[in-house]
């Protein structure tokens, strides 16, 4: 099965970010298919407007991001996350996902 019961390292700045929230995170995912830094600028500036008016941080995986994540705003762009180990982190309570049946599996399980 795709779940692996070995967990990955949560890398020491996601984990500051989580740690550091306030109101909890939301994780934005696309998984591995969809690059959501191939987006046409005015869909990302609808997205980016979006999430910055929530009052939870949100972490993004993001392709074109720097080694350890941008930082604008509320919004963490990473280019890499562990996705399932984030979903079972306690301060993760929503997950934007494009629904495929890994991401969905991981949720469930998470």
Known sequence: M?????????????????????????L??????IRTATLPKYKEDIIVNALSKLKQRVIWKY?????????TGNILRVRWLPQYELL???????FIAH????????????
């Open 2 to 26: 795709h779940l692996d019961p070995t967990r990955k390292v949560i890398p020491e700045y996601i984990e500051r970010f989580l740690n550091e929230s306030e109101h909890g995170v939301v």
């Open 28 to 33: 934005f995912s696309f998984g591995s298919l």
């Open 63 to 71: 392709e074109d991001s720097a080694e350890e994540g941008n930082l």
């Open 88 to 94: 079972q982190h306690n301060k993760v309570f929503a």
């Open 99 to 110: 629904g495929g049946l890994l991401g969905m599996t991981e949720a469930v399980s998470a």
